[in-house]
């Protein structure tokens, strides 16, 4: 069954430091999507992505962060200098849906990265 | 702002009983509504999508519901088993196309 991976699977930065997680969607989907999740709370939304271009962005998603489909089968997430406050667990999505009756909007999760900034 | 509420927060019952689980939301715009399990330390799965024009989707064991004029769903999970234990979760799509989660309900379920 296709599903979505993510790497690396864990993370360790520096304060400030630039990291970029990478993610394959399922390889027909055209909807992307990068959530959070802090330790212990609840998932969050960052961003949704459709024809290369960002659809949605929650205010999470400020300027130190950035989405990119480089190729045909990659979605990355940059955070461009990290904070403490950036750890988190980060989850890759992908749905089929199109805007149209006949797609599903059914996200289908990755396994997550997990980033520690210290 | 849209927000995701679901009580309990946590559960515990014994195996084979049914239960449900209750998701609300403050704004009735919404394009759809998914149900999601979550193990500890892993992704998420997804059970069930309602779209907004739907009253219900069933899943084998899984039943869910939504009342879109109320802003409400349900989870009704029928035979309950030791492997639904897990975390499970519910998100609306908004007319917006943000995506809101609740904190989710955590379930345990006693052998």
């Known amino acids: 069954e296709p599903e979505v991976t993510q790497t690396p699977s864990h993370q360790v930065t520096q304060m400030g430091q630039e990291v970029i997680l990478r993610c394959v969607p399922i390889s027909n989907h055209l909807y992307f999507y990068w959530y959070r999740q802090i330790l212990g709370q609840k998932v969050e939304f960052l961003v949704s992505f459709y024809n290369n271009e960002i659809s949605e962005k929650s205010e999470i998603f400020d300027d130190q962060f950035s989405v990119e489909r480089p190729d045909g089968s990659n979605f990355t997430l940059k955070i461009r200098s990290t904070k403490l406050e950036d750890s988190a667990m980060y989850f890759c999505a992908s749905s089929e849906w199109s805007g149209t009756q006949t797609s599903t909007d059914t996200q289908y999760f990755g396994p997550g990265t997990r980033l520690t900034v210290l | ?111």
């Open chain 2, 1 to 111: 702002k849209q927000e995701v509420t679901q009580i309990p927060a946590a559960l515990s019952v014994p195996e084979g009983e049914n239960l449900v689980l209750n998701c609300s939301f403050t704004d009735s715009a919404i394009y759809n509504l998914q149900w999601f399990r979550q193990d500890p330390g892993k992704g998420l799965t997804s059970l069930l999508l309602i779209q907004s024009s739907q009253r219900e989707q069933t899943s084998g064991r899984l039943n869910a519901s939504l009342d879109k004029s109320s802003g409400r769903s349900t989870l009704y999970i029928a035979a309950s088993q030791p492997g639904d234990s897990a975390t499970y979760l519910c998100a609306v799509r908004n007319r917006d196309d943000k995506i809101i989660f609740g904190k989710g309900t955590r379930l345990h379920i006693l052998p």
